[in-house]
């Protein structure tokens, strides 16, 4: 006769295990397992340790940025009248007229990167425009230093908008540079002062002569009269 082998399942436990609300350990094994659990000190809680950890990581500076910061502190150096525009979208076509307009002027339409423009300006006297080239900026120099062709060739590109400019070292906003460019030339000015000195010396002479003269006339008349007695 054949014997048949029982079928046998080995199981922990009885019932379901029940991972969500486990069943209780028995109370030795729950007090052994309290007295061995270990406990670790740690360091008291600060603001630096709680704070975020930012990466510092130092950037390198490209070599040709170098270069492109030396150009553009060089324009600012030799350049009598800057102006600081707000470049909106133009394409290729419209830049390239724009750069012909302004170079027939003996102007010079420039767009440099921000990183560039940051590296050329920190530590100089035109750090405090820094902060315009958040946004998207194109410079205009003019070496001559004529602010009213500057305005005039600017009005006819409309995608630049003026926020500034800089005017014999001296930062102005858009409002201060139009009432700059609205004056006279230098050489007008000093002619018109040269006038007005010429004028007053002119009439202190005659004031100090104007004297000496009456006298002179009033001794002709007098001498005059001399003989008819």
């Known amino acids: 006769l054949q014997t048949q082998t029982p079928l046998l399942l080995a199981r922990r436990f009885r019932g379901k295990i029940n991972i969500q609300r486990p069943r209780k350990p028995h109370y030795i094994r729950a007090l052994v397992e309290a007295v ?10 600060s603001l630096e340790t709680c704070a975020r950890r930012t ?7 490209n070599p040709y940025e170098q270069i492109i910061s030396r150009e ?3 324009w600012f150096n030799h350049s009598r009248c800057v102006g600081l525009f707000h470049l909106n979208s133009i394409n290729s076509e419209d830049n390239f007229k724009a750069r012909v307009l302004f170079h027939r002027q003996n102007m010079h339409l420039k767009a440099y990167p921000k990183r ?7 530590g100089s006297k035109y750090e405090d425009i820094l902060p315009l080239f958040e946004a998207r900026c ?9 602010p009213a062709k500057l305005l005039k060739v600017s009005k006819k590109i409309p995608q630049l908008i003026l ?10 906003n858009r409002n201060q ?19 007005v000195l010429q004028s007053a010396a002119g009439d202190l002479v005659n004031k100090m002569e104007g004297h000496q003269s009456n006298i002179v006339r009033m001794l002709e008349a007098h001498a005059k009269r001399e003989p008819e007695k």
Do not use: C, H, M
């Open 36 to 45: 061995t659990k270990p406990t670790y000190e740690y360091p008291p809680l």
């Open 55 to 61: 990466g510092t990581t130092e950037k390198s500076v």
């Open 72 to 74: 553009i502190l060089n």
């Open 116 to 122: 560039a423009t940051t590296l050329a300006l920190s």
């Open 138 to 146: 194109a410079i205009v120099f003019s070496p001559d230093g004529n």
């Open 163 to 172: 926020i500034g400019a800089i005017a014999e070292d001296r930062i102005l």
């Open 177 to 195: 540079f139009l009432e700059y460019a609205a004056l006279p030339s230098l050489d007008i000015v000093r002619a018109q002062l040269v006038s």
